[in-house]
């Protein structure tokens, strides 16, 4: 089964408009963390937003926020005010803390192409 | 500064030839990564270092080698490769069990 799920491969939003970007995910553990990565067609992977399952605020960075909403299993990226810098493939990705383990698990990505 | 260097940028390399990636990363994160991506997809995870030690490898063809000479440096060394391994090769660094920082990427075209 499909431990992060993306369900919108491509996404067009308008300069300036936000855009919600889709991710929800599924586990056992009680303890986990939840990343999101923008991948531009350069091809680096840049780490955007964490959120800790144990967190009770939703995490914000910049024009970045997270909307967790535990109970759903959900952990949307929200962008505010888009930039046309913002066309890049999005990851939302989870690390499940109880197995002590280093790897994250990536969902399937998100295309999002800003137009002016 | 989160910055993780990879070299080369992009390589050409025939099927018989032997090769190496290099990573490199000084932020003292205690954990390095390699990292394979095809075109369209999520990256998948080759290998893990922690602390200079393999603590994963997933199930990784021999034909790729990794070697961690110290804490700051990841070698991926690449041997009788097949076209089908043509990728974007990423490498990660982390501390704890944190986020991961990752490099440009090293464009691999295997002919």
């Known amino acids: 089964a499909q431990k992060i799920t993306q369900t919108q491969p491509g996404m067009f939003v308008q300069e300036k408009e936000a855009v919600t970007l889709d991710c929800t995910y599924d586990?056992?553990?009680?303890?986990?963390?939840l990343f999101w990565y923008k991948q531009p067609s350069s091809g680096e992977m840049i780490f955007l937003i964490y959120?800790?399952?144990?967190?009770?605020q939703n995490a914000t960075e910049g024009r970045y926020s997270l909307n967790f909403q535990k109970a759903r299993k959900s952990a949307n990226l929200v962008i505010s005010a888009s930039q046309l810098g913002d066309s890049a493939m999005y990851f939302c990705?989870?690390?499940?803390?109880?197995?002590?383990?280093?790897?994250?698990?990536f969902g399937t990505g998100t295309r999002l192409q800003v137009f002016p | 500064d989160t910055e993780v260097t990879q070299t080369p940028k992009h390589l050409v390399m025939g099927m018989t030839n032997k090769k190496s990636l290099k990573c490199e990363q000084h932020?003292?994160?205690?954990?390095m990564y390699w990292y394979k991506q095809k075109a369209k997809k999520p990256p998948e995870l080759m290998f893990v270092?922690?602390?200079?030690?393999?603590?994963i490898n997933e199930s990784v063809p021999s034909r790729f080698s990794p070697e961690c000479p110290n804490s700051s440096l990841l070698n991926l060394h690449l041997h009788a490769l097949q076209p089908e391994d043509s990728a974007l090769y990423l490498c990660?660094?982390?501390?704890?069990?944190?986020?991961?920082?990752f490099g440009p990427g090293t464009r691999l075209t295997v002919t």
């Open positions: 586990t056992s553990d009680q303890s986990y963390g």
């Open positions: 932020m003292g994160h205690r954990a």
């Open positions: 990660a660094s982390s501390q704890d069990y944190s986020e991961q920082y």
């Open positions: 270092y922690s602390y200079e030690k393999l603590s």
């Open positions: 990705a989870m690390r499940e803390f109880a197995y002590n383990t280093d790897k994250l698990i």
């Open positions: 959120q800790g399952s144990y967190d009770e």
